[in-house]
């Protein structure tokens, strides 16, 4: 093998190496998202899951809302969320509505939010109507002396 032979050998595999390099970074850069998560359970107050609530997701500066469910354990995920800042809201019947304002998703990370429901306060009202029985006031009749004698 001649001098410029190695000197050939040596610049070609330089090359590749530079190329594999650029496209290593490349492809990492692509891999990077710029977007976030949000994950986190709905209880109750004695810290049992709730199932199947209604939670949304708004983000602040544009309005725009998603939505999802909790699982049969209570867990939630909205994932792939633009930046920005969110009030996340839970609802289900029987409860109170629980909400989380200025909730923070920044790049590339996952925000954990656990939310508590209460029970819902119920308001109960009973309405009675009907009329008092008729009393007899003009007969001087004793009620001892209404009673049929033979």
Do not use: C, H
Request: proline letters at 4%; charged letters at 15%.
């Amino acid at each position: 093998m001649s001098v410029s032979d190695l000197k050939g050998f040596i610049w070609g595999t330089a090359r590749v190496l530079v190329a594999v390099s650029v496209l290593s970074a490349v492809s990492s850069l692509t891999a990077q998202t710029f977007r976030g998560a949000i994950n986190g359970s709905v209880r109750d107050a004695s810290g049992a899951s709730i199932a199947a609530a209604t939670l949304s997701a708004r983000q602040e500066a544009t309005a725009v809302l998603r939505s999802t469910a909790s699982s049969s354990a209570g867990d939630f995920s909205f994932p792939d969320l633009p930046l920005g800042v969110y009030t996340v809201t839970a609802t289900k019947a029987g409860f109170s509505e629980a909400k989380s304002t200025q909730v923070e998703v920044s790049v590339s990370t996952v925000t954990t939010l656990n939310l508590t429901l209460t029970v819902a306060s119920q308001a109960v009202t009973v309405d009675v109507r009907g009329e008092a029985p008729q009393v007899e006031t003009t007969s001087p009749r004793s009620p001892a002396s209404s009673v049929n004698r033979p």
